[in-house]
């Protein structure tokens, strides 16, 4: 016989260290009660004031929370979890000893157990007729300790029952990171986090679960087929399920329960709040899982945006057919569910028949996930199916729905992008609106050229929207929103808006909100944009207006018809200056390479020539670099200077033993890379075929100083391009420069500053 296993043994101190660092996430004060802190510590107790020793003679609680200079919380630990009743027991009676005299200590919090194999928390508030009764929020007991907030409304409201607030962003994010890292640690594959996940909570939302290592398995999957025999989607329970055989997950399971009841979300479930779903979500978003499935998530405030767009109404029939794990069908299903009240007929048809969802998946995890995901959200799983959509055919082959959402896979399958927006349009009644996720390719891809022009003949565009780079991060792409209205030809107007700012950053790797956000103000825009009200454009932001089509590509771009942002002379030359001070940091950082070009630089000495309004093309050849330098595996370290498009030390690639190609000043202008960071190079230098050069053309007299005030120009302009709309030198050539913005005695008093501090 092998030898039995014998149970680990965990120091109490390792309780104390979880209580400790709990307390400073929840905003207290972890410092010692004479410098200002909340926190006095057992061993800090004994000496700390005689009346503790009056009361308590030589016994101290693990824990006391100061708040006002008295001790108003005792905490006391045990380092197992099956002591959690000894531990509020003794806190108990700390609490009832110190109250005798002196002090009113009325809320105490047992804590049984570690980090390292879960903790609970018990907390308990002495009423005004002396009983203890256990904390509670939307009548179900808190499961973590008590933030200052909450410790302030106990004491203000002389009451054990607490309103709790759903968790913020953040603090989802945390617990969802801590449980990523479990899973990981557990050594569950990547692609089943999100279903172990799902399960878990599922099985939380069914009733309560024992978290005994030799039984959680059983009672999670146990209360799963409970919740998907309820709902009719039993052919579920193979793939909704925590697979046994994993001793290393039974073993961990417990410390994520524990990490859940740090949210409280027991207690916030009662409410009806969204909490399960919301953090499901910020699971998905954030965890690695998701693009091992080959999900991309649609943040929710895009989401209500696009249902906004296309005006979602509760008789809508609505339609994704990529959905994922079904975040436009939960968006639409919140704001049917807006409009109609209490009305449970209402509902009811809206969960059976208005909400159709699709997606193809030979694991079955990503539509199985879908109506995990609805059910958090109140129903509407019915008719999500495991299909690809371009052979879907449970409600005949087109016209079955009002309005279509989606967020079609980039590049994940066979189909193109485009395929999937026409079979949204198809599955269209006439007149109806289309609102889909676009990657920005197709909005001015000279490719897509006749596929835009066919498109138009039989549905019109009414809106695109450029939205901001990292709205998919950690994902990489650059989108837009485009807006169809089914079978009928394109005719008139068009509102295009490009959105900078949705509301969120990136900060530490993850998106945070922010002030400034523009969702609102195009979503006002857009729906007045017909009504003659003069707020329909915006420069640089929005405007209205009907699509070129003289050039070929018909593009679809925002950036190809905004009118530019009124560009004040104060900012032009900020970035005039701005630029003059690039290019003297350039030559002192490479001031030994610089000094051995050997031949000199011709400077252009001239007084200013340019008047009025020019565009580009009127000024300057504008062409591409040197195509034999596109790879530059084969030169040699060398004298002479190299050009590229990267966006600092004024573009220097490096130094080369290489023929100048170009020996006087002109401009680069980067077209990839760093699109658009223009620099003016006045040294003799060859110039790769990611630049385009700008040379002034025979015949244009233009000063130095005039050079750098067009490069700012362009650089301020470089909003309307990215990859998929790229800088051409048909494209740069139509910029208008405005001469009469030039300010020639500043620019030329800072040139020649910065030239005397340079040394070549």
């Known amino acids: ?57 030589r016994d101290r609680p693990d824990f006391m929370i100061f708040w006002k200079n008295k001790p108003v919380i005792v905490i006391e630990n045990k380092d197992d979890k099956n002591k959690i009743d000894t531990a509020i027991t003794k806190a108990k009676d700390y609490a009832e000893k110190l109250s005798k ?8 919090s047992g804590v049984a157990g570690n980090a390292d194999s879960g903790v609970i928390v018990s907390n308990y508030y002495l009423n005004m007729d002396g009983q203890w009764e256990e904390i509670k929020g939307n009548d179900y007991p808190l499961t973590q300790l008590l933030s200052v907030n909450q410790l302030e409304q106990l004491l203000i409201n002389k009451s054990a029952t607490i309103d709790l607030k759903i968790p913020t962003e953040q603090e989802f994010y945390n617990i969802a990171e801590r449980i990523n890292q479990i899973l990981h640690d557990a050594h569950v594959n990547k692609s089943d986090r999100a279903v172990y996940l799902g399960t878990i909570l599922l099985a939380l939302k069914e009733g309560n679960i024992d978290t005994s290592p030799n039984i959680i398995i059983q009672q999670i999957n146990a209360n799963v087929d409970s919740a998907l025999d309820g709902c009719g989607k039993s052919e579920l329970k193979p793939i909704i399920k925590i697979r046994s055989g994993a001793p290393k997950l039974k073993r961990k399971l417990p410390l994520i329960f524990h990490n859940l009841d740090r949210l409280n979300i027991r207690a916030l479930m009662n409410t009806g709040a969204d909490v399960l779903g919301k953090f499901f979500e910020t699971f998905l978003r954030y ?20 249902c906004e767009l296309v005006e979602v109404t509760s008789t809508d029939i609505i339609y994704d057919p990529a959905c994922g794990t079904g975040g436009f069908l939960i968006g639409a299903f919140n704001k049917m569910k807006e409009q109609i009240a209490n009305n449970k007929g209402a ?33 509407g799983k019915s008719n999500i199916y495991n299909e690809n959509c371009f052979t879907f055919d449970q409600f005949g082959k087109s016209r079955f729905a009002t309005k279509v959402l989606m967020n079609p896979p980039f590049a994940q399958t066979d189909e193109p992008e485009t395929m999937f927006i026409e079979h949204g349009l198809n599955s269209l009644k006439e007149g109806n609106l289309l609102a889909t996720i676009a990657p920005y390719s197709i909005m001015s891809q000279k490719t897509l050229a006749n596929w835009r022009k066919n498109l138009l003949k039989s549905h019109t565009l009414v809106a695109a929207i450029t939205m901001p780079y990292d709205l998919f991060y950690p994902t990489s792409s650059s989108v837009c929103i485009l807006v169809l209205k089914a079978r009928i030809p394109h005719s008139g107007k068009i509102w295009f808006c490009r959105i900078d700012n949705d509301g969120f950053k990136i900060k530490r790797k993850k998106r945070i909100e922010c002030e400034g956000e523009q969702l609102n103000k195009a979503l006002k825009m857009f729906k007045t944009r017909d009504l003659d009200i003069g707020i329909e454009e915006e420069p640089g932001f929005a ?62 000495k001239t007084e200013p020539k340019q008047n009025g309004k020019k565009i580009l093309s009127d000024i300057f050849n504008i062409n591409y670099g040197q195509r034999e330098i596109h790879s530059k595996e084969h030169l040699i370290s060398g004298e002479n200077l190299v050009i590229s498009s990267q966006g600092t030390d004024n573009g220097c ?33 060859c110039i790769d075929d990611n630049c385009l050069v700008l040379s ?37 050539g139509k910029l208008e420069i405005d001469f009469t913005k030039f300010d020639y005695a500043k620019t030329k008093l800072l040139k020649d500053r910065i030239e005397n501090t340079i040394i070549i």
């Open 653 to 685: 690639y490096g130094f080369y033993d290489i023929k100048i190609e170009y020996k006087r000043p002109l401009i680069t202008v980067p077209n990839t890379g760093s699109i658009g960071m223009a620099f003016v190079q006045e040294y003799p230098c």
């Open 101 to 108: 005299k002196y002090f009113d200590v009325r809320v105490i």
């Open 543 to 604: 405007c209205y207006c009907e699509l070129i089509y003289n050039d070929g590509l018909i593009e679809f771009a925002p950036e190809a018809y905004l009118p530019p942002p009124i560009i004040s002379k104060h900012i032009i030359q900020e970035n005039v200056e701005q630029l003059i001070r690039e290019f003297g940091a350039f030559n002192l950082k490479y001031e030994p390479k610089l000094k051995n070009i050997k031949i000199k630089r011709n400077i252009i």
């Open 287 to 306: 965890g690695n899982d998701a693009k091992e499935l080959g999900i991309v998530f649609t943040p929710r405030h895009i989401i209500k945006l696009m």
């Open 1 to 57: 016989m092998g030898k039995k296993s014998k149970r680990i043994k965990y120091s109490e101190s390792r309780s104390r260290a979880y209580t400790i660092a709990e307390l400073k996430d929840l905003d207290w004060d972890v410092k010692h009660p004479s410098k200002g802190g909340n926190i006095l510590e057992e061993q800090e107790a004994k000496h700390f004031d005689s009346r503790f020793d009056e009361l308590l003679e």
């Open 347 to 379: 509902l009811e048809d809206i969960k059976l028949h208005q909400l159709i969802g699709c997606d193809s998946d030979d694991s079955g995890k990503i539509p199985a996930l879908a109506v995990v995901n609805m059910i958090f959200r109140g129903d």
């Open 696 to 732: 002034p053309k025979d015949g244009v007299e233009i000063s130095i100083e005039e050079m750098y005030f067009v490069t700012a120009y362009i650089r301020l302009d470089s909003w309307r391009y990215r990859y998929g709309r790229q800088i051409t030198n048909k494209r740069l």
